[in-house]
């Protein structure tokens, strides 16, 4: 990207590597093997998310993305492409020693794959089309080859959930249901299922009354001789694409049961999109949690 102030006369000098491209229209000699593959030219006043963008489009254009710094927005994948996003972790080692180099590759595939690093044993690898994927791992250390491969099937998400993602903006970047960019210990999943939100590290209890979202709390009305077990549900939860909620409870933690016993709605406040749910908890268990599981 080369803006004119800074490229006051782009012309040969005597010397054939020399060309005049400072501010002061000073000559820049530096050898250069190989050609000018593309120059963007603007008029300087553009903000940073648009000379993000126009790195991002550069680096994935001419397979230069692995130069781009950590933390780039457009490193995974070029601008205006989304997709999901899978952290790779391999491992490599050489019982010699040598020094060793290692690139991730893609010889099947039914879409495009971009990788944070296709140098670097742990990046990650970023999908745009449903399919099933061979990524392949390759390592040579000068005198061996040695490769492994790893399957990556990416479902199609469900039109509710990609709705429900769609409402947290561009802040939500790893919206594959299994992930979890916030780091609150919530999968993506669980956040839609608990009406949490997948960007703020807020994995807390609920309210009762459903004016807080957050995981299910145990809540005794009788000074704790029998406690109900509440959870956030979502109202379209007998629909395709939602959520099938299983309460279960153990004595142990270690032994879960499905609960048996009868589901009631609670008035609350928890928004058009989620209601409060009570399950009692059986008789000498003193443990109970939610499972959560894509509705087909």
Not at 257 to 267: I, K, N
Not at 281 to 293: A, D, I, L, M
Request: glycine residues 12%; proline residues 7%.
């Amino acid at each position: 990207m080369v803006s004119p102030k800074f490229l006051a006369d782009l012309r040969k000098e005597a010397h054939p590597d020399c060309v005049r491209g400072d501010r002061n229209n000073a000559p820049v000699c530096q050898l250069q093997h190989g050609g000018v593959g593309e120059i963007i030219f603007t008029d300087g006043s553009e903000d940073l998310a648009t000379q993000q963008k126009t790195e991002g489009y550069l680096a994935h254009k001419w397979g230069l993305e692995g130069k781009l710094p950590t933390g780039h927005p457009h490193k995974a994948t070029p601008p205006g492409i989304t997709g999901v996003i899978v952290n790779l972790d391999g491992t490599v080692t050489d019982e010699d020693e040598d020094p060793f180099t290692t690139t991730w590759s893609v010889p099947v595939g039914t879409g495009s794959v971009s990788f944070g690093d296709s140098t670097a044993v742990d990046t990650t690898a970023t999908f745009t089309a449903v399919g099933t994927y061979v990524l392949t791992l390759t390592a040579n250390d000068g005198f061996d080859t040695i490769l492994d491969e790893v399957t990556i099937t990416v479902n199609a998400s469900s039109p509710l959930y990609t709705t429900w993602a769609s409402t947290f903006g561009a802040g939500f970047t790893d919206t594959d249901p299994s992930s979890d960019q916030d780091g609150d210990g919530l999968t993506n999943q669980q956040e839609f299922a608990f009406g949490t939100d997948p960007t703020v590290n807020d994995g807390g209890p609920m309210s009762v009354d459903g004016s807080v979202h957050g995981m299910p709390v145990p809540i005794s009305t009788d000074g704790g001789v029998s406690y109900d077990l509440y959870f956030m549900r979502r109202t379209d939860h007998a629909t395709s694409g939602s959520i099938i909620y299983t309460p279960q409870f153990s004595s142990d933690l270690t032994d879960f049961a499905a609960s048996t016993g009868p589901l009631t709605v609670m008035p609350s406040v928890a928004g058009p999109d989620y209601e409060v749910v009570k399950v009692p908890y059986p008789t000498g268990n003193t443990f109970g949690r939610v499972k959560t599981e894509a509705k087909p």
